[in-house]
């Protein structure tokens, strides 16, 4: 049962490394912009971020949390059953688990935007260069959080927690 509480600790602590990963990545890839679409970016994470634990950062952990608990779920379950304790294989299922939400999304709005007889014009390729930066912000997240769930229960996955060090009489 304590290995049980470990696994969703390393879980729990992934995606916050994950989120904070993502919002510090988003406040240095925009603070010289002054908005986009209308919203200063800059101003909104930057404050959230120096109020601490916010209820902003709060929700954005849950969301990263609910989208990726499946997938890490079945990835968790093969490493425990396979004893696998490599770091790389949990920082790379890490970015492989942050990177097919992110292309579901993507997928959805490239289907909505091919059937808009609205946006029926050339697409520049800034449009394709930001989707590409996306996904690499993604996957340096999800590296990230795969990182961090290797340190707190990846490294000993498959192990039994002993409950003492005193043996039973």
């Known amino acids: 049962m304590r290995r049980e509480f ?15 990963f993502l919002l510090v990545t988003i406040v240095l890839l925009f603070t010289d912009r002054p908005s986009i679409f ?20 709060t929700i954005i952990w849950l969301v990263i949390a609910f989208v990726v608990m499946l997938p890490a779920y079945l990835v968790i379950d093969h490493a425990e059953t396979r004893r ?36 029926a014009r050339p697409v520049p390729i800034t449009a394709f260069l930001w989707v590409a930066l996306s996904f690499a912000i993604v996957a340096a997240h999800g590296l990230a959080a795969g990182w961090v769930y290797w340190a707190v229960a990846g490294r000993t996955a498959g192990y039994p927690v002993q409950e003492s060090a005193v043996p039973s009489q």
């Open 38 to 57: 209308g919203v200063d970016f800059a101003r909104v994470f930057t404050v959230g971020w120096l109020i601490g634990a916010s209820t902003f950062t």
């Open 6 to 20: 470990i696994i969703l600790g390393g879980f729990l602590l992934a995606a916050f490394a994950a989120t904070v």
């Open 84 to 119: 696998i304790r490599g770091a790389w294989f949990y920082v790379l299922a890490g970015a492989g688990i942050a990177i097919i939400p992110w292309g579901c999304v993507v997928g959805l709005l490239v289907n909505v935007a091919m059937h808009d007889p609205g946006l």
